[in-house]
């Protein structure tokens, strides 16, 4: 492994600024979008990804990830980007393999192009702050931001920000709040990451923001109706100091948590034994009418195990025809597996779920053990392990991996990349005229 050091001048006040400017531009861009506030009694309600595909917001992706891109090119830790890079490209590089295999190549490649993009969009962005510090200013004010666009659709935009039961798809929402999202539960779950972002606040010294940050999330949190996201909250903390402070728990939480929820969940709804195992224990087996999915889902991935169906080229589309035989289930009207690794190993076979599993999985574990033998900002680490032990436990029951535009899993991407960050690259803390970063890579 070898050890390049870069000297560099973090305080820099054009870089400062540029950073601060992106930081900001991109926080925004994922958490508030550029189509808040979406009005679900219209087309919107048939297909929510409508207003995320407008000529406005794909002008803004191609702008940000340039601009990124360019910033990243440009700073003495451009070798950090986009690591590790021989695991990165193997595993898009099998994407498009499949993608270009599939009955829909044109979209499915699309899809991976703007994959890619925002992968070395989230590896960029923890390289815009000037120090730890300036993270932490920068994350208490977007996010900040981001809660008072929230709390002004409550308020003021309240049929737009909050569900009404005139929504064609579920009334039965009525009354939670989303916020300037398109459905509650998109909602609760930023508003669990903005929770471990008030924390990090809190933690560095900016404890009015941080707390105000907790306090709002919180509260808004507990409106949105999301019973996941609100049980996943506490949970996760608790999760998360217990891994911190024993080693030995790391690899059965990280790994064994994973590997048996899926296990229990997606096998009630296939093999007869597990589901009344899950019975018998109280738990319901369908897991919110989640089981005709699954069920659906594998038995077309018996079909097409090895390749898949093409990278997000299954849902929705004419596939679910030849798929589901005379099987007659409404889970061919779903967007979605609602299951990050059954819908990898669905659309990109086992070899993409393998390559996805060690890069979303096994490494940042391995980062993790590594972090804690460096000098680096603890918090940050802590900050990290939160936002990525939740991504990843929300996958059991969300397809979140690879969902281009979602908060949650650019905030998954840009903790897996600060993982790698704290294992291998000193970060500063307050940064001299005439600092040295130091970045090591395989």
Known sequence: MDRNEYSAQPNAPSAGGLGALLFLAIFLFFWITTTPFVDLTGAAAVDPSAGNSNLVNQLVTL???????????????????????????????????????????????????????VCVNASVFLLLPKSDAHFGKLLALATLIMLGFAYFGVVFLPLRAIHQASELREPMNAGFWRG??????????????????????????????????????TLFLLHTGGKTSTAALPGILILAWIFQHWKWTRFPIAIGGIVAFNVLAIGSAVFEPIRSLINAVGIDATFTNRTDIWRFAFSAIAQKPITGYGFQSFWQTEELVYSGGNVETWAVAAYNGHNGYLDTLLTTGIPGLILTVIWLLFLPLRDIGRADATGNN?????????????????????????????????????????????????????????????????
């Open 63 to 117: 702008v940000l990830s340039g601009s990124l891109l360019a910033f990243g090119l440009s700073s003495p830790m451009r070798s950090a980007i986009l690591q590790p890079r021989g695991l990165l490209i193997s595993l898009f590089i099998w994407y498009i393999l499949v993608s270009a295999l599939s009955a829909h190549p044109d979209l499915a490649l699309k899809r991976v192009v703007l994959a890619i993009m």
């Open 378 to 442: 603890p918090a940050l680490t802590t900050l990290f392990v939160r936002i990525w032990l939740y991504g990843i436990y929300t996958a059991c029951v969300e397809s979140m991996f690879f969902q281009n535009g979602s908060p949650l899993w650019f905030a998954l991407l840009f903790a897996v990349f600060g993982l790698r960050l704290q294992a291998r690259a000193s970060v500063v803390s307050a940064a001299p005229s005439q600092a040295k970063l130091t970045v090591a890579h395989a």
């Open 180 to 217: 300037q999202y398109a459905h509650k539960n998109e909602a609760a779950a930023v508003m669990v990451a903005a929770v471990f972002f008030g924390l990090f606040v809190y933690s560095v010294g900016q404890k009015l923001a941080g707390a105000a940050i907790i306090v709002l999330s």
